[in-house]
């Protein structure tokens, strides 16, 4: 049996980032708190927690006084930064320079916005910590646009600044500026003024993996795609692999393997999404390997 990694696969620098910042912290001895699971992956989770690092709730942080948090890579609003500010917290800060940039220019946005009584559109998650951060630097102004259905919440005879969710799907974010677009322009003529800015948000590490993976996926027979199932950057790569391979499998732990699905295949390839520790794709494809030689396939 032919099993490969795709290239790609593995942390993306930001979460690479935080993760060594963590390491780096917990190296100092003193007790480290993280602001929600440092990554959208248990086993990594659990490996930190070994190392001493300390998974908080909001909840418990607003409790915690004189003490060491670590925000993670997603990012904070600007309320956490002002509690830490009040009970004397230190804060360790690993948000991702990108999710910095781009809370930095929902930022600026806001102001022109405010100025020429425009709106803020931010394409998310609803409840994921990076766009609780990115609504937070929108000073709670921003609309959150899930699905297509959310963007009735625009007023369509007014500008809008539209921003994504970092890990978000290119042709999904493509299609929802696209019909904000139309749905503005039906109503230019009565209202000029309501032009769009489409602010291309999407991390690169995102986008610029979609093409090279789905060429990796259908250059395979069967697909193992490794992921937390909290990760929507997972379940946005695993959608990917679908979509280019029926026989493509999600899975978070090497016992989630079925060895049915190698039956009559020649290849198999493994890959992941940015939360997935490269170690634990090395591993996964060594379990593999082991599962075929057992079972002759
Ligand atoms: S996906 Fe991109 S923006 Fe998000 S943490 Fe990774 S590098 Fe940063």
């Given at each position: 049996?032919k099993?490969?990694?795709?290239?790609?696969?593995?942390?993306?620098f930001g979460?690479?980032n935080a993760?060594n910042?963590?390491?780096?912290?917990?190296?100092?001895g003193?007790?480290?708190?993280?602001l929600?699971?440092?990554?959208h992956?248990?086993i990594?989770v659990?490996?930190?927690k070994?190392?001493?690092?300390?998974?908080?709730?909001?909840e418990?942080?607003?409790?915690?006084?004189?003490?060491?948090?670590l925000?993670r890579?997603?990012?904070?609003p600007?309320?956490?930064y002002?509690?830490?500010?009040?009970?004397?917290?230190?804060?360790?800060?690993?948000?991702?320079?990108?999710?910095?940039?781009?809370?930095?220019?929902?930022?600026?946005?806001?102001?022109?916005?405010?100025?020429e009584?425009g709106?803020?559109a931010?394409?998310?998650k609803?409840g994921?910590?990076?766009?609780?951060?990115?609504?937070?630097?929108?000073?709670g102004l921003?609309?959150?646009?899930?699905?297509v259905?959310?963007?009735?919440?625009?007023?369509?005879?007014?500008?809008?600044?539209?921003?994504?969710?970092?890990?978000?799907?290119?042709?999904?974010y493509?299609h929802?500026?696209e019909v904000?677009?139309?749905?503005?322009?039906?109503?230019?003529?009565?209202?000029?003024g309501n032009?769009?800015?489409?602010?291309?948000?999407?991390?690169?590490q995102v986008?610029?993996?979609?093409?090279?993976?789905?060429?990796?996926?259908?250059?395979?027979?069967?697909?193992?795609?490794?992921s937390?199932?909290?990760?929507?950057?997972?379940?946005?790569l695993y959608?990917?692999?679908?979509?280019?391979n029926r026989?493509?499998?999600?899975?978070?732990?090497a016992d989630?393997?079925?060895p049915?699905?190698?039956?009559?295949a020649?290849?198999?390839?493994?890959?992941?999404a940015?939360?997935?520790p490269r170690?634990l794709?090395?591993?996964?494809?060594?379990e593999?390997?082991?599962?075929?030689?057992?079972?002759?396939?």
């Amino acid at each position: 049996m032919k099993i490969d990694i795709e290239p790609g696969s593995g942390f993306c620098f930001g979460v690479e980032n935080a993760v060594n910042i963590a390491e780096e912290s917990l190296s100092e001895g003193e007790k480290v708190y993280c602001l929600g699971e440092i990554v959208h992956n248990d086993i990594e989770v659990n490996r930190l927690k070994d190392l001493g690092l300390v998974t908080i709730s909001y909840e418990e942080f607003t409790g915690l006084k004189d003490c060491k948090v670590l925000v993670r890579a997603h990012g904070e609003p600007p309320t956490t930064y002002e509690t830490a500010r009040k009970n004397n917290i230190t804060i360790i800060d690993a948000t991702c320079p990108i999710v910095h940039s781009l809370q930095d220019k929902i930022k600026r946005a806001l102001a022109l916005a405010r100025l020429e009584n425009g709106q803020i559109a931010i394409f998310g998650k609803e409840g994921h910590a990076e766009v609780i951060g990115l609504l937070g630097a929108a000073n709670g102004l921003g609309i959150l646009i899930t699905r297509v259905e959310d963007l009735d919440k625009i007023d369509f005879t007014k500008p809008v600044w539209l921003f994504s969710q970092t890990t978000k799907s290119t042709a999904e974010y493509n299609h929802i500026s696209e019909v904000i677009e139309q749905r503005l322009r039906a109503n230019r003529s009565k209202w000029p003024g309501n032009h769009l800015k489409v602010h291309n948000t999407i991390c690169r590490q995102v986008s610029g993996r979609e093409p090279k993976l789905k060429v990796f996926v259908r250059t395979h027979d069967v697909i193992i795609f490794v992921s937390g199932r909290k990760s929507s950057n997972g379940k946005m790569l695993y959608d990917v692999c679908l979509a280019e391979n029926r026989r493509s499998y999600f899975i978070s732990s090497a016992d989630e393997i079925n060895p049915l699905w190698f039956s009559g295949a020649e290849s198999i390839g493994v890959c992941g999404a940015t939360s997935t520790p490269r170690w634990l794709i090395r591993q996964i494809a060594e379990e593999i390997n082991m599962i075929c030689q057992k079972h002759g396939i």
